[in-house]
């Protein structure tokens, strides 16, 4: 029993995508362009050359908030979304009937369509491939160049990441939703 | 307008151009492939649901840097690569590269058995052979080309007759090591068209190529590198998590805005080709200000008054700089003064990259001596050249062929009173790539060149000028090429051996200098696939069959060989009266062949597997454990069980802090004065300036109505090598023409649209990205596309190759390749 959640030290991120290539590699992901639980989100620069803004140009490395009140959760009419016993927000590929509805009520863009399993799929924190085989790292935190994730249990006050929030100043994307995400941006 | 663009927009094909959420950004990846490659949706394999499970550790080959890898394998299928944080080089991560690994080792293209060429060359056309025809076919020719034997007697045992090739890489050296014992003085690698004015510049000046200590500098100015996407580690990993007001201020040089540029405190465009003047005018602060180091600069300068007298009296100003780079003065003031308050905990970053204007070598050069007017050498937060770990030898072999020629340079002088060569000043034994090249096409060569042995080494997308690559490739005689992929390079050759990739052979074990120094090992993860072996196997088998026919060609035309063969031990002795007597023979003529053919025996150098040779250097060292420590971790340094810890979930200790390596010289250069050499009187006697000065001719322009073709690196491809790779294609599809927006408006380019873009040399078709990021009057597209070879699935005509289209202008000091001298036209297509 954990409460996961995830720290992102945003500023560190280069946009490499090592984290979309590990995700994709260590979960049998899809390919193609709208296949993918995990991504980094990049703006296009303001501007005129060369006179450009560089706080308009940044990268936000980001993938399924496991909100603790997740709106793809509270539609889904078969259950198939569910919270496991550390608070991870996952799919239960038999339940799922493809209704889509989680996929608008997500605000963060989080859930694809899986056409094997035909799954809306989404990212589980590594749950049933390295946290299931003892690991403590998800493959995204592992891989990163730069150090961007720190993954761990929000409920233990000694963890890395629960140090991490108490000290650094962070925010959370869209709070104003209510959905209480669990991953953490640093500032 | 700003249109968020969800996935479900996405798979209803409303694919828009400019992505902006409010608070959060979306998924979307502009570059990214839509397309499901046919059924076959299942490119990755989920991990975790194997009987047998095992970890093996190893050291990533999808670019240069070897970072340190662990495979994991499952019941024999490797299905995923993690990163070793054992290595203090890589640290603890996976670039997207290393991570889709997995994707070369699974290639459906990979050359998978030796072929020999049935059709026309460079059609592509092979047949399967067994590796024993192969090496007949490379020994004796077939009907469609003649072979080693022929040539070399033709040639009367001219070893020179065939050029050696090869990639970088760390089993480079054992090709190498065949290329000295064939005893060809024709040695081309990657320097002439990568680092190779960088690395000889600081070299000549600071007596070595340095490397820069990016986790303790405060001023780092990265111009023309950019290391937010041309991974280079530990570089990458240090520079990034301490700038944006975390330690490091970070300042980017650059005409385009690249990601380094997004992650910089500064960024300053400038006009490509004038850095020199940048540092010029940076210099002259310094000196009229009196900023530098007096101290140091006093201890550890030569010529610093000729250089300072130079600078001053040829008025390097900051306005006088502006003009020429498009950089204001006052911010050349400002990073003057920044610089030098930050020294010696100030960067001027080195880079490593290939040469792009005509004057890199006096750049570098500058850039080198500027460094040092801060004291910032040998020292920690700025350049440093780290400690090396001694590693035992392994015995290689060189014969003397009497026969055999001198390199082939033509050393006319190209001008009058010019001492050089006649294309550049100075030749290095990575010799000059484009020179050499079209030497032989032009028929310069001071003998004949008949053959080439290719390994892990692709010319045809590799250097500027593909059709002349396509001219050499097809004028000589024999090719041999060595790979893991359908190149198209390999599409030239005669016989085509077929190499394992990284993932299944272990390679010469390697040393790692640095603040935190170590050795490490690429070790075997699964066997070899198909019919594919290591290098070193290949070597052994070739030499298996060539060494003795080879051998006796010598015996035919080396007159010094037939002496020495003749010898059979008999002592002319003088006696006291004067009469000459003759010893009897000690030894028979069969044994006296025995023991010179032992000097000759090409075998002998690849008798041992890679690992017995590795075992050996490392044992006679730092004993069996650190044999052991290699096999198991894939590295080792002295003291590591003692070092070695985790502090984070994230970062490692290698070293405690007063272990580290950050000053091996006392602070001074590793020149044989030990000091900073501002003034080279042995350059000006080949041609080249003894000091760096700026010339009119270095100037930016582009005439109206062109663009300045840029090139360069990109963090999910490197090169050719990774293009035909789903996984990375799954990230950009394929290369786009970055062109300014207002201008792709202006001529009704819009993204994703076809543009041709043409130069004197060849043109490509390639999709347009309109940006801001870059200036009106350049374009830019990165390099490794567009390969022609139809055997690769992927790669093949996706995208556009740059060397198609960059002009073959040659460097003068070195001969390297100028890869940003082009104008270019685009017309929508």
């Given at each position: 029993?954990?409460?996961?959640?995830?720290?992102l030290d945003y500023k560190n991120c280069i946009n490499c995508?090592?984290?979309?290539?590990?995700?994709?590699?260590?979960?049998?992901?899809?390919?193609?362009?709208?296949?993918?639980?995990?991504?980094?989100?990049?703006?296009?620069?303001?501007?005129?050359?060369?006179?450009l803004s560089i706080v308009s140009s940044s990268f936000e490395p980001?993938?399924?908030?496991?909100?603790?009140?997740?709106?793809?959760?509270?539609?889904?009419?078969?259950?198939?979304?569910?919270?496991?016993?550390?608070?991870?927000?996952?799919?239960?590929?038999?339940?799922?009937?493809?209704?889509?509805?989680?996929?608008?009520?997500?605000?963060?863009?989080?859930?694809?369509?899986?056409?094997?399993?035909?799954?809306?799929?989404?990212?589980?924190?590594?749950?049933?491939?390295?946290?299931?085989?003892?690991?403590?790292?998800?493959?995204?935190?592992?891989?990163c160049p730069t150090k961007v994730?720190?993954?761990?249990?929000?409920?233990?006050?000694?963890?890395?990441?629960?140090?991490?929030?108490?000290?650094r100043?962070?925010?959370?994307?869209?709070?104003?939703?209510?959905?209480?995400?669990?991953?953490?941006?640093l500032t | 307008?700003?249109?968020?663009?969800?996935?479900?927009?996405?798979?209803?094909?409303?694919?828009?151009?400019?992505?902006?959420?409010?608070?959060?950004?979306?998924?979307?990846?502009?570059?990214?492939?839509?397309?499901?490659?046919?059924?076959?949706?299942?490119?990755?394999?989920?991990?975790?649901?194997?009987?047998?499970?095992?970890?093996?550790?190893?050291?990533?080959?999808?670019?240069?840097?070897?970072?340190?890898?662990?495979?994991?394998?499952?019941?024999?299928?490797?299905?995923?690569?993690?990163?070793?944080?054992?290595?203090?080089?890589?640290?603890?991560?996976?670039?997207?590269?290393?991570?889709?690994?997995?994707?070369?080792?699974?290639?459906?293209?990979?050359?998978?058995?030796?072929?020999?060429?049935?059709?026309?060359?460079?059609?592509?056309?092979?047949?399967?052979?067994?590796?024993?025809?192969?090496?007949?076919?490379?020994?004796?020719?077939?009907?469609?080309?003649?072979?080693?034997?022929?040539?070399?007697?033709?040639?009367?045992?001219?070893?020179?007759?065939?050029?050696?090739?090869?990639?970088?890489?760390?089993?480079?050296?054992?090709?190498?090591?065949?290329?000295?014992?064939?005893?060809?003085?024709?040695?081309?690698?990657?320097?002439?068209?990568?680092?190779?004015?960088?690395?000889?510049?600081?070299?000549?000046?600071?007596?070595?190529?340095?490397?820069a200590d990016l986790d303790n500098a405060e001023y780092i100015i990265m111009a023309?590198a950019n290391r937010a996407e041309a991974i280079v580690t530990p570089d990458t990993m240090d520079a990034f998590k301490r700038t944006k007001g975390r330690g490091a201020k970070l300042i980017c040089i650059d005409?385009?805005f690249t990601n380094t540029a997004a992650k910089a405190d500064k960024w300053l465009?400038?006009?490509?080709?004038?850095?020199?003047?940048?540092?010029?005018?940076?210099?002259?602060?310094?000196?009229?200000?009196?900023?530098?180091?007096?101290?140091?600069?006093?201890?550890?300068?030569?010529?610093?008054?000729?250089?300072?007298?130079?600078?001053?009296?040829?008025?390097?100003?900051?306005?006088?700089?502006?003009?020429?780079?498009?950089?204001?003065?006052?911010?050349?003031?400002?990073i003057?003064?920044d610089f030098?308050?930050h020294?010696?905990k100030a960067v001027y970053y080195?880079g490593?990259?290939?040469?792009?204007?005509?004057?890199?070598?006096?750049?570098?050069?500058?850039?080198?001596?500027?460094?040092?007017?801060?004291?910032?050498?040998?020292?920690?937060g700025?350049?440093?050249?780290?400690?090396?770990?001694?590693?035992?030898?392994?015995?290689?072999?060189?014969?003397?062929?009497?026969?055999?020629?001198?390199?082939?340079?033509?050393?006319?002088?190209?001008?009058?009173?010019?001492?050089?060569?006649?294309?550049?000043?100075?030749?290095?034994?990575?010799?000059?790539?484009?020179?050499?090249?079209?030497?032989?096409?032009?028929?310069?060569?001071?003998?004949?060149?008949?053959?080439?042995?290719?390994?892990?080494?692709?010319?045809?997308?590799?250097?500027?000028?593909?059709?002349?690559?396509?001219?050499?490739?097809?004028?000589?005689?024999?090719?041999?090429?060595?790979?893991?992929?359908?190149?198209?390079?390999?599409?030239?050759?005669?016989?085509?051996?077929?190499?394992?990739?990284?993932?299944?052979?272990?390679?010469?074990?390697?040393?790692?200098?640095?603040?935190?120094?170590?050795?490490?090992?690429?070790?075997?993860?699964?066997?070899?696939?198909?019919?594919?072996?290591?290098?070193?196997?290949?070597?052994?088998?070739?030499?298996?069959?060539?060494?003795?026919?080879?051998?006796?060609?010598?015996?035919?035309?080396?007159?010094?060989?037939?002496?020495?063969?003749?010898?059979?031990?008999?002592?002319?002795?003088?006696?006291?009266?004067?009469?000459?007597?003759?010893?009897?023979?000690?030894?028979?003529?069969?044994?006296?062949?025995?023991?010179?053919?032992?000097?000759?025996?090409?075998?002998?150098?690849?008798?041992?597997?890679?690992?017995?040779?590795?075992?050996?250097?490392?044992?006679?060292?730092?004993?069996?454990?650190?044999?052991?420590?290699?096999?198991?971790?894939?590295?080792?340094?002295?003291?590591?069980?003692?070092?070695?810890?985790?502090?984070?979930?994230?970062?490692?200790?290698?070293?405690?802090?007063?272990?580290?390596?950050?000053?091996?010289?006392?602070?001074?250069?590793?020149?044989?004065?030990?000091?900073?050499?501002?003034?080279?009187?042995?350059?000006?006697?080949?041609?080249?300036?003894?000091?760096?000065?700026?010339?009119?001719?270095?100037?930016?322009?582009?005439?109206?109505?062109?663009?300045?073709?840029?090139?360069?690196?990109?963090a999910?491809?490197?090169?050719?090598?990774?293009?035909?790779?789903?996984?990375?294609?799954?990230?950009?599809?394929?290369?786009?023409?970055?062109?300014?927006?207002?201008?792709?408006?202006?001529?009704?380019?819009?993204?994703?649209?076809?543009?041709?873009?043409?130069?004197?040399?060849?043109?490509?078709?390639?999709?347009?990205?309109?940006?801001?990021?870059?200036?009106?009057?350049?374009?830019?597209?990165?390099?490794?596309?567009?390969?022609?070879?139809?055997?690769?699935?992927?790669?093949?005509?996706?995208?556009?190759?740059?060397?198609?289209?960059?002009?073959?202008?040659?460097?003068?000091?070195?001969?390297?390749?100028?890869?940003?001298?082009?104008?270019?036209?685009?017309?929508?297509?």
């Amino acid at each position: 029993m954990a409460r996961y959640g995830m720290a992102l030290d945003y500023k560190n991120c280069i946009n490499c995508k090592a984290c979309e290539v590990a995700c994709k590699e260590e979960n049998g992901i899809l390919m193609g362009a709208d296949k993918h639980r995990i991504w980094v989100g990049v703006k296009e620069i303001e501007g005129e050359y060369p006179f450009l803004s560089i706080v308009s140009s940044s990268f936000e490395p980001s993938q399924c908030q496991h909100c603790d009140d997740a709106p793809c959760q509270e539609v889904c009419p078969t259950n198939a979304t569910y919270y496991d016993e550390n608070g991870v927000v996952r799919v239960n590929a038999d339940k799922c009937i493809l209704c889509s509805y989680c996929m608008n009520a997500c605000p963060y863009d989080a859930r694809y369509v899986d056409d094997r399993t035909m799954t809306v799929d989404k990212c589980n924190f590594c749950s049933d491939t390295r946290l299931a085989r003892g690991e403590t790292t998800t493959a995204c935190q592992n891989t990163c160049p730069t150090k961007v994730r720190t993954f761990g249990d929000l409920d233990d006050p000694n963890s890395e990441i629960s140090e991490l929030l108490r000290t650094r100043e962070h925010f959370s994307l869209k709070s104003h939703l209510g959905t209480k995400p669990k991953l953490f941006y640093l500032t | 307008m700003q249109i968020e663009m969800s996935r479900r927009k996405f798979l209803q094909g409303t694919v828009a151009m400019s992505v902006v959420g409010g608070t959060t950004i979306s998924a979307t990846n502009l570059f990214a492939s839509n397309d499901t490659h046919d059924k076959k949706l299942t490119i990755t394999t989920k991990t975790g649901v194997a009987k047998e499970v095992k970890n093996i550790a190893t050291l990533c080959e999808m670019c240069v840097n070897k970072c340190a890898a662990i495979a994991r394998v499952e019941d024999g299928v490797v299905t995923k690569l993690d990163p070793n944080p054992m290595f203090p080089k890589s640290k603890n991560m996976l670039c997207p590269r290393g991570n889709a690994g997995i994707q070369a080792l699974y290639d459906p293209d990979r050359l998978k058995y030796p072929l020999i060429r049935v059709g026309e060359k460079g059609e592509g056309k092979f047949k399967r052979v067994s590796w024993e025809e192969a090496y007949e076919a490379i020994l004796n020719g077939t009907d469609k080309f003649p072979g080693v034997a022929k040539i070399l007697d033709e040639e009367q045992d001219n070893r020179s007759t065939f050029l050696f090739c090869a990639g970088e890489g760390m089993a480079e050296h054992t090709f190498k090591t065949f290329f000295s014992a064939f005893g060809s003085a024709n040695w081309l690698n990657h320097s002439s068209i990568c680092l190779q004015t960088v690395a000889s510049a600081y070299g000549v000046t600071l007596g070595a190529y340095p490397q820069a200590d990016l986790d303790n500098a405060e001023y780092i100015i990265m111009a023309g590198a950019n290391r937010a996407e041309a991974i280079v580690t530990p570089d990458t990993m240090d520079a990034f998590k301490r700038t944006k007001g975390r330690g490091a201020k970070l300042i980017c040089i650059d005409p385009r805005f690249t990601n380094t540029a997004a992650k910089a405190d500064k960024w300053l465009a400038i006009n490509p080709g004038t850095d020199l003047a940048f540092v010029l005018a940076l210099t002259y602060v310094v000196l009229t200000e009196e900023l530098y180091d007096k101290v140091y600069v006093g201890e550890n300068f030569n010529g610093f008054e000729e250089y300072k007298k130079s600078v001053i009296d040829n008025q390097y100003t900051p306005e006088w700089a502006e003009k020429i780079t498009g950089i204001q003065a006052e911010d050349i003031y400002q990073i003057a003064r920044d610089f030098m308050a930050h020294a010696p905990k100030a960067v001027y970053y080195p880079g490593r990259r290939s040469t792009f204007s005509n004057n890199d070598f006096q750049l570098r050069r500058a850039m080198a001596i500027f460094q040092g007017l801060g004291g910032g050498i040998d020292t920690k937060g700025g350049l440093i050249f780290g400690k090396r770990l001694e590693l035992g030898v392994h015995e290689g072999l060189e014969p003397i062929y009497a026969r055999a020629e001198a390199r082939a340079v033509d050393s006319s002088k190209s001008q009058k009173g010019h001492s050089g060569y006649a294309d550049c000043a100075v030749v290095t034994d990575g010799g000059s790539w484009i020179g050499w090249r079209n030497r032989f096409l032009e028929d310069r060569m001071p003998y004949k060149v008949r053959g080439m042995f290719c390994y892990k080494h692709n010319p045809m997308m590799n250097m500027p000028n593909t059709k002349k690559t396509a001219q050499m490739l097809k004028k000589m005689e024999l090719v041999v090429a060595i790979d893991t992929m359908p190149s198209d390079t390999v599409m030239y050759a005669d016989v085509v051996l077929p190499e394992c990739t990284y993932l299944e052979r272990t390679d010469p074990v390697n040393t790692f200098s640095g603040v935190e120094p170590a050795i490490a090992q690429r070790n075997k993860v699964i066997a070899p696939m198909f019919e594919t072996k290591p290098v070193i196997d290949i070597m052994r088998g070739l030499t298996e069959k060539i060494s003795k026919p080879l051998f006796e060609i010598s015996k035919k035309h080396d007159e010094d060989l037939q002496d020495e063969l003749a010898n059979l031990g008999e002592e002319e002795i003088v006696g006291e009266d004067g009469n000459v007597t003759k010893t009897a023979a000690t030894m028979t003529k069969e044994e006296r062949e025995a023991e010179v053919y032992a000097e000759f025996d090409l075998t002998k150098p690849f008798k041992h597997s890679q690992e017995e040779i590795n075992a050996h250097m490392v044992e006679s060292v730092y004993g069996k454990e650190a044999v052991e420590a290699l096999n198991k971790n894939g590295v080792f340094y002295p003291n590591m069980d003692k070092f070695y810890k985790a502090l984070s979930v994230n970062e490692y200790q290698y070293y405690p802090e007063k272990e580290k390596s950050y000053s091996v010289n006392g602070g001074k250069p590793k020149t044989p004065s030990q000091k900073v050499e501002c003034n080279l009187a042995n350059l000006e006697k080949k041609g080249v300036d003894p000091m760096p000065i700026w010339k009119d001719e270095y100037a930016f322009s582009v005439p109206g109505g062109k663009f300045k073709l840029l090139t360069g690196r990109h963090a999910q491809f490197t090169q050719s090598g990774t293009a035909n790779n789903i996984v990375l294609r799954d990230l950009m599809h394929e290369n786009y023409i970055w062109i300014n927006k207002r201008v792709a408006k202006e001529r009704g380019i819009a993204f994703g649209d076809k543009v041709e873009v043409s130069s004197k040399t060849g043109s490509v078709t390639i999709k347009a990205y309109p940006t801001e990021k870059i200036a009106p009057n350049q374009v830019f597209f990165i390099h490794g596309f567009g390969e022609e070879s139809e055997a690769l699935t992927w790669a093949y005509k996706n995208g556009g190759n740059d060397n198609a289209v960059i002009e073959d202008i040659i460097e003068p000091v070195y001969g390297a390749a100028s890869m940003h001298e082009t104008n270019v036209e685009i017309r929508k297509v």
